[in-house]
Nanobody
Framework: QVQLVESGGGLVQPGGSLKLSCAASGNIISIVAMGWYRQAPGKERELVARITKSGTTKYADSAQGRFTISMDNAKNTVYLQTSSVKPEDTAVYYC????????????????WGQGTQVTVIS
């Protein structure tokens, strides 16, 4: 139905930056919102940042001022530009899409990517 493919994860030093990308494809009627979540070992998955199709953004307190989310509506792609990263940013980052498809009877459903590992290491 819908595939979300993340890219851009990897190793980064404290204070550095990394840009994550997530492209949505498949039988998409419209995208309501897309976002990034992360899950560190032993912890629950948490919201990092979210953006609606109209550009309204929401950030976790931990990401505010350091991370920037953006979306290219023409490409169905969401980006997360990270900066001033800290060791506590180490986690698997998951892309989420709140997407309307022909199968959801007009209501948007949540889709997830496979995740991309971000490791902050000095």
């Amino acid at each position: 139905q819908v595939q979300l493919v993340e890219s851009g994860g990897g190793l980064v030093q404290p204070g550095g930056s990394l840009k994550l990308s997530c492209a949505a494809s498949g039988n998409i009627i419209s995208i309501v919102a897309m976002g990034w979540y992360r899950q560190a070992p032993g912890k629950e998955r948490e919201l990092v940042a979210r953006i609606t199709k109209s550009g309204t953004t929401k950030y976790a307190d931990s990401a505010q001022g350091r991370f920037t989310i953006s979306m290219d509506n023409a490409k169905n792609t969401v980006y997360l530009q990270t900066s001033s990263v800290k060791p506590e940013d180490t986690a698997v980052y998951y892309c989420n899409g709140h997407i309307v498809t022909p199968y959801g009877l007009g209501s948007p459903e949540d889709y997830w990517g496979q995740g991309t590992q971000v490791t902050v290491i000095s």
